[in-house]
């Protein structure tokens, strides 16, 4: 049984959407990371990955994505609870909203960053780093 992650590499003013991931969270803690969340179980519905991904980026970080999200990776990993996820990437373009920490909980800080500020930064683990490529290659 797989649980089924989305995220969006969202695009806003040339530079990503990056988040700090709270340190409380047991999955990557503190660590930089794009916006995402966990599939519900909701029964039958149309849309399942999108639309969560749409409310995970307004829920945690308070702003819209336009419509058009364009799937561009997936990957398999496995938690520090021995959780097997599938974590699906979408690029994303940003619409409208103010950008702030909606969730601290859940995120620490938001950053508007450049390709080379993602790649460089220490607190981007190699999962971020590839996303962030594969996305740029999208644009």
């Not at 089924?4 to 503190?30: L, T």
């Not at 969730?103 to 993602?118: H, I, N, S």
């Amino acid at each position: 049984m797989f649980i089924v992650n989305v995220e969006g590499a969202i695009r806003k003013d040339d530079k990503w959407i990056i988040i700090e991931r709270s340190k409380k969270e047991e999955h990557a803690g503190g660590l930089l990371s794009l916006v995402g969340g966990k599939i519900d179980i909701v029964g039958n519905s149309s849309n399942i990955l999108e639309n969560t991904l749409k409310r995970e980026i307004f829920e945690e970080i308070g702003i819209k994505v336009k419509e058009n999200l364009k799937y561009i990776h997936s990957t398999s990993f496995v938690t520090d609870k021995g959780e097997n996820v599938v974590d699906i990437i979408f690029l994303c373009e940003y619409e409208s909203g103010e950008l702030f920490v909606k969730q601290p909980e859940e995120v620490e800080k938001v950053f508007l960053l450049t390709t080379e500020e993602v790649l460089n930064n220490p607190q981007a683990p190699i999962f971020l780093k590839k996303y962030i490529k594969c996305a740029e290659l999208e644009l």
